[in-house]
């Protein structure tokens, strides 16, 4: 195996993309530090290792990504990373109005700050090892705003590429790249989180019922129909072990379909296939009239 030029650290490890990116970088000889929540997520992560006969290459670390302060505290024990993948994350499935304050930030705290300080705290070590990878996991989400009720979700996907293409300039200089990779329907927690929260926010009867009761239905097929998130694996692997990574990845089908839909389909007739897919409604045919004031 070649050796590395440091070693790698993924948020959000105990499952879906990131377990895979785990076990992948593992594989191939990268001392791979992957962050859960939680000692039984841990284990669970440790499970997976040895049953790929890659424990002696993989590093569990309690850590909520979260949590500013616990990041910053972490790190000064942490080793230099080579690489840091922010993969945590989650779907905030609720329609705007009934989205919290609450509930919003802390959809915004997990997909857009704490890449954010993850990446702040780790590029010190990179610059002492001459260089390194930054791979932010996006979706497709972060392209083309096309799933009523992901409105929160959006616009942290939207923001982390944002965010991305400000700190890929910033840190060019000092040999650091930095790669968004744009996965779309893949088997994840994320994806089966999302179908609960639907499910949920249809339980208190509200107004969107019927169209979180169709969302999570799609969503239910959707799970069955994905494939798993290896091929996502393999690109986020990719990014990293290359010498000129590309600056966007987008992995899956439906991804490139729903970036190309954005980009040359008139909105009206987006907005009008997604209120119908979604159960949405029609609505009023028109404004209702105002009325001249009269004396």
């Known amino acids: 195996m070649a050796k590395h030029?440091?070693?790698v650290l993924v948020t959000g490890a105990n499952s879906g993309i990131g377990l895979a990116a785990v076990l992948r970088f593992a594989q191939r000889g990268w001392e791979t530090?992957?962050?859960?929540?939680?000692?039984e997520k841990a284990e669970v992560l440790r499970e997976a290792a040895r049953k790929a006969h890659v424990q002696e290459f993989v590093r569990p670390l309690v850590l909520d990504v979260a949590d500013d302060a616990a990041v910053t505290a972490a790190f000064v024990d942490l080793p230099d990373f080579y690489a840091v993948v922010n993969n945590a994350g989650y779907a905030e499935?609720?329609?705007?109005?009934?989205?919290?304050?609450?509930e919003a930030r802390a959809q915004l705290d997990?997909?857009?700050?704490?890449?954010?300080?993850?990446?702040?705290?780790?590029?010190p070590g990179m610059r002492r090892l001459g260089g390194g990878r930054i791979v932010m996991v996006s979706s497709a989400a972060g392209r083309a705003s096309l799933m009523p009720?992901?409105?929160w979700y959006h616009a942290s996907k939207f923001g982390l590429e944002a965010l991305s293409d400000v700190l890929r300039m910033e840190v060019a200089g000092f040999g650091i790249r930095?790669?968004?990779?744009?996965?779309?329907f893949f088997k994840t927690g994320i994806t089966g989180a999302a179908r609960d929260r639907a499910e949920a926010r249809r339980d208190r009867e509200s107004i969107y019922g019927s169209a979180y009761e169709r969302t999570a239905s799609l969503t239910d097929a959707i799970l069955r129909l994905?494939?798993?998130p290896d091929a996502v694996a393999r690109t986020i692997v990719a990014a990293v072990e290359s010498r000129n990574p590309q600056r966007r990845y987008l992995v899956g089908l439906d991804a490139v379909a729903s970036v190309i839909t954005s980009a040359v389909v008139p909105r009206g007739i987006i907005d009008a296939t997604a209120r119908f897919v979604s159960d949405l409604g029609a609505g009023p045919a028109r404004p209702p009239a105002i009325r001249a004031r009269t004396e």
């Open 178 to 184: 930095v790669s968004i990779v744009e996965p779309g």
């Open 110 to 123: 997990i997909n857009l700050v704490a890449p954010a300080i993850v990446s702040s705290c780790a590029l």
């Open 149 to 151: 009720l992901n409105g």
């Open 226 to 228: 994905s494939p798993e």
């Open 5 to 7: 030029p440091g070693p």
């Open 33 to 39: 530090w992957g962050t859960v929540r939680s000692d």
């Open 93 to 102: 499935v609720g329609a705007i109005e009934e989205v919290t304050a609450r």
